[in-house]
């Protein structure tokens, strides 16, 4: 844990020294946002309720480093805070993600008992279809009965589409092995959203989308609608 925190203080040492340079650029590109959604539902799984998810990013020359969090209005509901370092090259896309959830404190980094888990991403956008490989190596990833890390993955088949003017996304998602998200190989998501604004006034539209979800492994079936502010 020492460690760990130690890496953290560095970290947080560097940003405030680099600072005054980053003011000083202008080819980084900022975005705020946040997503207000009836339901949490995350490759087929059900995290939570009504939730807000407020997100940052900062990017430059194909890095990035976001921050994304998840507050359902449930109480039950746990609150989650992901960072992301990322790098993209034109369809090819490198990612590694701390995900924490508040079941034990932030900077709970001890074997069993972190909240924290670390998934590397890797995937390529061909155009027509996109294709995303999810691993699991370190922190609070599922334990098999041997005592052994599983390394839980997930891989996902994404095709975006239109249809009268509305955009849409359909994905399919599976597990190739035992791990959170199955007992063994199975299909965990099946999802096609769509994506549109909405207008309010003459001058005023609201950016919504909507996405029905099944997940053949637990038989769930879910449809969610969000706002994006």
Known sequence: MKTMFKNYVCIVVAILIIAPALRAQDKFEVSVGADLVS???????????VSIQPEISIARAGFSL?????????????????FTLGYEYG???????DYWFD??????????????????TIGYDFGPVALWWNTNFAGDDYTKENGKRAYSSYFEIAAPFTIGGVDFLAELGMTPWEGAYSDKFNVVNISVGAA??????????????????????????????????
């Open 39 to 49: 339901g949490y539902i995350w490759r087929g799984q059900d995290l939570g309720g």
């Open 103 to 120: 079941s034990q404190k932030y900077f709970t980094y001890a074997a069993h008992r972190t909240a924290h888990i670390y998934e590397a």
């Open 196 to 229: 549109k604004e909405i207008k309010i006034t003459d001058t005023f539209t609201i950016p919504a989308f909507a996405k029905v979800t099944f997940n053949p492994n637990t038989e769930g079936a879910y449809f969610v609608f969000g706002v994006n502010f």
């Open 91 to 97: 369809g090819f896309s490198i990612a590694v993600t």
């Open 66 to 82: 976001t921050a994304y969090g998840s507050v359902g209005f449930e109480s039950k509901d746990d609150k989650e805070l992901d």
